[in-house]
């Protein structure tokens, strides 16, 4: 199984602040997918990195993965209680898409 | 109409107890799988079927059996329940042709506590 490290662990900042949540691993990956998770809800995908380099963004939020496709980043600008959940990065490998253990983020008013 | 279902909610059973976790998936996927996610929040992957054909099985003590009767359904049985089986199972689907990252699609989770 290849391991995927998330940081930081926890977060919490108030509205409006800028944040970013890293993902590394020493395996390559074909690809690497953000998921959120909200409170009792299973995983909801949010965006899907293939080529080394690419950053890919999805209103305030900025995705990038590693040159080498071994890390990727996901950056949230002036972050809002909506973006309160559990960040999830995972890579493929074969049928199996491993899952990092999660940044939890606690945006505040 | 919900993509991934799966039923119950909430389970909450004695040790030793036999439990089924139901799953169906109506988006027309080929792959199932189980996940598992611990009150760490770490989701670890225990099974797969692709086209009612286990394909990945993790080292998962064999208490646990999954059953696929058919594509679009992938039923989880544990056996003599014990308490550190207790988290939250997903299931989820998704279509293995893209090898580029295909979604998978998951359920809203089976709470099991086992007391």
């Known amino acids: 199984t290849q391991l995927l490290e998330q940081s930081p662990q926890f977060l919490s900042i108030q509205e409006g602040e800028n944040l970013t949540v890293y993902c590394n691993s020493s395996?390559?990956?074909?690809?690497l997918q953000w998921y959120r998770q909200e409170p009792g809800e299973g995983p909801v995908l949010l965006v899907t990195?293939?080529?080394?380099?690419e950053v890919k963004k999805l209103k305030r939020l900025t995705f990038q993965f590693g040159d080498a496709r071994k890390d990727s980043s996901l950056h949230i600008t002036a972050a809002q209680p909506g973006d309160t959940g559990l960040y999830l990065c995972?890579?493929?490998?074969?049928?199996?898409?491993?899952f990092g253990k999660g940044t939890s983020l606690l945006v505040t008013p | 109409d919900t993509a991934v279902s799966q039923t119950p909610k909430y389970l909450v059973t004695q040790m030793g107890n036999d439990k089924s976790i139901k799953c169906e998936q109506n988006?027309?996927?080929?792959?199932m799988y189980w996940y598992k996610q611990d009150s760490k929040k770490f989701l670890k992957i225990m099974f797969s079927?692709?086209?009612?054909?286990?394909?990945i099985n993790e080292t998962v003590p064999n208490r646990f059996s999954p059953k696929s009767p058919d594509k679009a359904h992938l039923n989880l049985h544990i056996n003599s329940l014990e308490l550190g089986d207790s988290a939250v199972y997903f299931c989820?689907?998704?279509?293995?042709?893209?090898?580029?990252?295909?979604?998978?699609?998951f359920g809203e989770g089976s709470w099991l506590t086992v007391v």
């Open positions: 989820a689907s998704s279509h293995v042709g893209d090898s580029y990252g295909n979604t998978i699609y």
């Open positions: 990195v293939v080529t080394g380099g």
């Open positions: 988006l027309g996927h080929d792959t």
């Open positions: 079927y692709n086209n009612k054909e286990l394909i």
């Open positions: 995972a890579g493929r490998s074969g049928y199996a898409l491993n």
């Open positions: 395996s390559v990956f074909s690809s």
